[in-house]
DNA sequence: GTCAATTCACATGAAAGAGACCACGGTCTAGTG
DNA sequence: CTAGACCGTGGTCTCTTTCATGTGAATTGACGA
């Protein structure tokens, strides 16, 4: 055994790598030129432009599906503004901003603050008053006597948790700006999120729109082609990988950035099997690796409870396929909770645990009437769970 | 047999609490000249 | 006299609890044929 891994340590570091820089595949990296994404790009520019004369261009509001290319988009249309301003010395700034990073800017507070310390004002985490927060950083942007371009991608997660009112704040800054103007551009995931939002906030936020379709499996296709180039060795697929990634990740709304993934992963997988190509089976490989090592990464990052809840339910469910519901798995949840001794939380709050669960993909919950017998969820473990790895994962999360 | 009322077992919402953070201003304390 | 330690107050933020209300269809039971 000993042996046997040592020749394969041996073999492995003297195998050349099939890769040739694998940064080209991480989703943060920035390409020399977005191909097919030239129309959204010079829409962007165009919608930004009287920017460069100082005018106050209209707020934009971007949406498509993940990994359509909305943020590398607009990076690449303010990285030219920047450069522009800088080559021209127009007082342009710019902030970019994802509102779902936890503990930064995800609540009202927090991005106020953010944006604040973009200014390099130091602000503290939490203790002062949002309005006071707020109240800073429109001075400073009035003092600044700067064009401010802010961009918020993933803006629907900002109001889904905080309301609208950031928003309705931020919209109405410029009214009280005389010195400087923000020109806000939104970035949403959700393709109705307009559509939920207070009508005063619809308006000034989305004044211009822009959609961003998905890729289709020839414009995949074309992108990876492209990152091959860049990431492997030369020869280093065989011919039918990339069409395969380009169609798996199509089916699943011309995802890039899932795409581009698979690629890489499948290559991974290639170079671990020593073999010196990647082939087609190297990506359906992949492919499941990707599904579950997403799922195990999931369960491992969730709170103890939600752990506890978990192991509840693969525990009640033993036998495949048919459904539990609420009430035994909160029964079950009790005496687990007894023997690891964590504390009890409600049924009500179990509920809730148990939809974020489903969210996350993990079960399969849904809510059914038994007529005479109540209302609860009905929770389907799926038969594509690695059961077995994932209650092990759990008992020693959980010290069972 | 038909149909509305009933009933179950939770779901779902809203509000409020607990406890961990943190800033700020006032008071106390010990070290300094 | 002053810097720093130490409070108390008031703020945010997350996770929960509490209380209240909602809900969909199997079941029941009254009613009529």
């Known amino acids: 055994m000993q042996n046997e891994l040592m020749k394969f340590l041996e073999s492995y570091a003297e195998k050349k790598s099939l890769f040739l820089e694998k940064n080209v595949f991480h989703p943060h990296y920035k390409p020399s030129a977005l191909i097919h994404r030239s129309e959204q790009i010079e829409q962007v520019a165009k919608m930004l432009a009287p920017i460069l004369k100082l005018e106050k261009p209209s707020n ?15 990076k690449d249309v303010t990285d030219c503004f920047a450069k522009i301003a800088e080559s021209k010395k127009i007082p342009i700034k710019t902030i970019y901003l994802n509102c779902k990073l936890k503990h930064v800017s995800d609540t009202e507070y927090r991005l106020f603050a953010q944006l604040a310390r973009e200014f390099g004002k130091t602000m503290p985490a939490t203790g002062l008053p949002t309005d006071e927060v707020a109240k800073v950083f429109f001075e400073v942007v009035e003092n600044a006597g700067q064009a401010v371009i802010l961009v918020l991608d993933e803006i629907d997660q900002l109001t889904k948790k905080t309301g609208s009112e950031v928003l309705y704040n931020l919209t109405r800054m410029n009214e009280e700006l005389t010195k400087s103007f923000v020109c806000l551009v939104g970035i949403s995931n959700d393709l109705n999120f307009v559509d939920t939002l207070d009508p005063r906030v619809r308006s000034s936020l989305s004044e211009e729109e822009l959609l961003f379709p ?27 990988v990339v069409p395969k990634c380009a169609a798996y990740a199509a089916r699943e709304h011309g995802d890039a950035r899932r795409a581009l993934e698979l690629l890489r992963v499948s290559g991974e997988i290639a170079e671990r099997s020593n073999s010196t190509k990647v082939n087609t089976t190297h990506v359906d490989y992949a492919e499941d690796k990707i599904d579950r090592d997403r799922v195990l990464e999931a369960i491992s990052t969730q709170p103890k409870q939600s752990q506890a809840a978990l192991y509840s339910i693969i525990s009640t469910s033993t036998n495949k396929e048919a459904p539990v519901f609420t009430g035994t798995i909160y029964e079950f949840y009790k005496t687990l909770c007894e023997r690891t001794e964590l504390r009890p939380l409600t049924q009500r709050r179990l509920s809730d645990i148990i939809s974020e669960l489903d969210m996350l993909g993990i079960i399969t919950a849904r809510v059914i009437s038994k007529g005479r017998y109540g209302r609860t969820r009905e929770i389907i473990v799926p038969s594509t769970l690695n059961t077995p790895t994932i209650k092990k994962l759990l008992e020693e999360a959980l010290n069972l």
């Open 214 to 240: 998905p890729y289709n499996a020839v414009q995949i296709q074309d992108i990876l082609n492209e990152r091959a180039k860049l990431g492997f060795l030369p020869d280093a697929i065989e011919a039918g």
């Open 60 to 74: 934009i509001f971007i949406y498509g599906k993940t990994g359509t290319g909305k943020t590398a988009s607009i």
